[in-house]
């Protein structure tokens, strides 16, 4: 069973960075695509950011495009969001997800597992 443990939400105002990242575990990383969802109070959830399980292809979101970047490391079993010159709008519980075999070409849609979440509040 994979577990996923984000870590890495906080309070940052507009304008800031903040690094989000995901620590996986219960079977082999490099087997995995690995993205960032994210869903804010009364909204759906939404697709944010995703990679490939072989690191080629990334992902994007167009609110997040140029803003945002997700990386892996597969020595560490960790994926990262790095998300810069935040906006309020970008305020949310922030979710990790697992994707087996997703090769990063189109938006990840249904992940195979989740993460519990962590919140992000931009204030402006």
């Known amino acids: 069973q994979v577990q996923l443990v984000e870590s890495g939400g906080g309070l940052v105002q507009a304008g800031n960075s903040l690094r989000l990242s995901c620590n996986f575990s219960?079977?082999?990383?490099?087997?995995?695509?690995m993205g960032w969802f994210r869903q804010a109070p009364g909204k759906e959830r939404e697709f944010v950011a995703a990679m490939g399980w072989n690191g080629d292809s990334k992902y994007y979101a167009d609110s997040v495009k140029g803003r945002f970047t997700i990386s892996r490391d597969n020595a560490k079993n960790t994926v990262s969001l790095q998300m810069n010159s935040l906006k309020p709008e970008d305020t949310a519980a922030y979710y990790c997800?697992?994707?087996?075999?997703?090769?990063?070409?189109?938006?990840?849609?249904?992940?195979?597992?989740w993460g519990q979440g962590t919140q992000v509040t931009v204030s402006s």
């Open positions: 997800a697992a994707d087996l075999f997703y090769r990063g070409t189109y938006p990840m849609s249904r992940p195979n597992y």
């Open positions: 219960g079977r082999a990383f490099s087997n995995y695509g």
